[in-house]
Structures are given as C-alpha cells and as structure tokens.
T-cell receptor, first 111, second 113 residues
C-alpha cells in the first residue's frame, strides 16, 4: 500500500522565521511529487518535482526531491502571517496516475 | 475559464438518502479525481478517471459510485448516505502531462444526519 507521510503535523512560528516541512513516501511506480497550500478552501498548486536534486523555487518558497531516500522538503523563508495554511504533499504513480496525499502539515505564523 | 466547478457547494442529507455530486471542468483535462477531506486525515482518494468512459477505485471507494460519460464531467454518487460520509468533497483534474499540477474545485460540504 502506498504511503505518504508528512512531518511535523503542525507547527507554530513567528514572522521572519524559516520553516522546513518534510514529506516521505513509499510508492510503487513513482512519477512525481507535488506540494499544495490549502487555506480554508481548495488546495492551490505550489510545485511539482520529478527529478532528484533539482531545487524548485518560487519567491520565499523552495522545494527539493531526493528519490534515493524517498523524501522531499518544502522550505519557507522569512515567513509572513499569510503563509499560515495547511501544506499538502502528494505523489503520482506512473502506471495508473493515482494521486495520493499525505495528511498535511498545519503551519501557523504569528505576528 | 471557470476551471473546475463543483455542485452543490453545501448539502444536508438524511441517512439512507441518495445524491449525486457533479464536477465539471472546461480545460479539456484527461484526468479527474474525487477526494474526501476529514480533519487530521488529509485528502483521501475515493475514485478517479484517466479518460472518458474509464473509472478506477481509490483508497476509500466503499459507499460511492462514479461515472465519466463525458470528458468534462465526473459524477460522484452516494447510493445510501451514512453519517460516516459527512465530509468535504473535492474534485480535481489535470492534463495527462501534469505540467501544471492538478486544479481543484472549491469543494462540497456534505452533512449526513
């Protein structure tokens, strides 16, 4: 059975702090890993990672994939209160395109 | 573009009633998915479809049925609703290449009493 495990489950930081979120996976026929941000409503797409060691960056957010150790990290630098959300990790299988999510990490950024 | 539209947005059902949730996308996406989201459990895959006329079971398919008669629509049916099906339901769709990730609908909040 496929597994996507995110850690920590939740964390509280202050504005300006740096946050590192972890996602480990055990998936047969791995194709790609995705990160999403969810604030109250539907998840919004952040990154898709397919190759190991290549960092993807968007503003203060960055992510990298390690296909040997089967994990990914999402970093948020100089956090702002608007970064408060649930961050979801998901993996896609290449044989049947099943998309499975982890339970998410709740990030709370205090002013 | 409307993107992914889910109807209805809210619904209250009595135990044993049936209903259909509709997901419509106007992006010509091949892949479509139905998820349920419960507190502390993330998004769990119910059923999905990789093309018109095809469906496959996800992690929690029991009590649900789906159909994809048209490429743009993916229907989720509850045959006999149970309180355990109280949840927020999300539909998502994607191109085959996944280059832009998955687009989600705004969700349907279903309460079964």
């Amino acid at each position: 059975e496929d597994k996507v495990v995110q850690s920590p489950l939740s964390l509280v930081v202050h504005e300006g702090d740096t946050v590192t979120l972890n996602c480990s996976y055990e998936v047969t026929n791995f194709r790609s890993l995705l990160w999403y941000k969810q604030e109250k409503k539907a998840p919004t797409f952040l990154f898709m990672l397919t190759s190991s060691g290549i960092e993807k960056k968007s503003g203060r957010l960055s992510s990298i994939l390690d296909k040997k150790e089967l994990f990914s990290i999402l970093n948020i630098t100089a956090t702002q209160t608007g970064d408060s959300a649930v961050y979801l990790c998901a993996v896609i299988r290449s044989n049947d395109y099943k998309l499975s999510f982890g339970a998410g990490t709740t990030v709370t950024v205090r002013a | 573009n409307a993107g992914v539209t889910q109807t209805p947005k809210f619904r209250v059902l009595k135990t044993g009633q049936s209903m259909t949730l509709l997901c419509a996308q106007d992006m010509n996406h091949e892949y479509m998915y139905w998820y349920r989201q419960d507190p502390g459990m993330g998004l769990r895959l119910i059923h999905y479809s990789v093309g018109e006329g095809t469906t496959a079971k996800g992690e929690v398919p029991d009590g649900y049925n789906v159909s994809r008669l048209k490429k743009q629509n993916f229907l989720l049916g509850l045959e006999s609703a149970a309180p355990s099906q109280t949840s927020v339901y999300f539909c998502a769709s994607s191109y085959r290449q996944f280059n832009y990730g998955y687009t989600f609908g705004s969700g349907t909040r279903l309460t079964v009493v």
